[in-house]
């Protein structure tokens, strides 16, 4: 059974503050990890991929990913109400054909 | 340079009756995904193609369900005898190679009364 956990939230934090996203997957051989942000009412979009262990940073995100723990994290700085959404995370699972397994994704709120 | 499109955007349609879902992937991107998402729910993975063919059909709720993909390009989703269940947003994503990232249309509101 291929799994993507995720804390479903809600989350809230003040405005300006860090925002800890977690996701942990359950096939070590993954290889292709995604971040997507989906609106109430939109379609999912993408924030971040991620595919070596370590941190990756893009403008005030960062996704961490640690294979050996098969965890992957996002990082919002100094987040903003506009940040206020749910956050997806996806995984490639290797040994199913390509087949992206999605979390059910954490609900964010910024206060301003 | 458009993104993935996706027709009808909504659908009304009576309980028993068929319905097609159109999805008209990014240009040159082989890969092809349908995902269903009922309200305040994650996505659930239907079917994926690469090229014209779909080497994962294990997701596929019911025999009521089928898609196809020709020339490597948009594909159908048909949803037979449809049932009050089957009510959801219906979601394709395309992406250039499978291991890549996905890009997702605007999806379709299917209502089954």
């Known amino acids: 059974q291929k799994e993507v956990e995720q804390n479903s939230g809600p989350l809230s934090v003040p405005e300006g503050a860090i925002a800890s996203l977690n996701c942990t997957y359950s096939d070590r051989g993954s290889q292709s990890f995604f971040w997507y942000r989906q609106y109430s009412g939109k379609s999912p979009e993408l924030i971040m991929s991620?595919?070596?262990?370590g941190d990756k940073e893009d403008g005030r995100f960062t996704a961490q990913l640690n294979k050996a723990s098969q965890y992957v994290s996002l990082l919002i700085r100094d987040s903003q109400p506009s940040d206020s959404a749910t956050y997806l995370c996806a995984v490639n699972f290797f040994n199913t054909g390509n087949q992206f397994y999605f979390g059910t994704g954490t609900s964010l709120t910024v206060i301003p | 340079g458009a993104g993935v499109s996706q027709s009808p955007s909504n659908k009304v349609t009576e309980k028993g009756k068929d319905v097609e879902l159109r999805c008209d992937p990014i240009?040159?991107?082989?890969?092809l995904y349908w995902y269903r998402q009922s309200l305040g729910q994650g996505l659930e993975f239907l079917i994926y193609?690469?090229?014209?063919?779909?080497?994962?059909k294990s997701g596929l709720p019911s025999d009521r369900f089928s898609a196809e993909r020709t020339g490597g390009s948009v594909s159908t989703l048909t949803i037979q005898r449809t049932q009050q269940e089957d009510s959801a947003v219906y979601l394709c994503?395309?992406?250039?190679?499978?291991?890549?990232?996905?890009?997702f249309g605007p999806g379709t509101r299917l209502l089954v009364l």
């Open positions: 994503a395309s992406s250039r190679d499978p291991q890549e990232t996905q890009y």
């Open positions: 240009s040159g991107h082989t890969a």
């Open positions: 991620i595919y070596s262990n």
């Open positions: 193609f690469q090229g014209n063919s779909a080497p994962d």
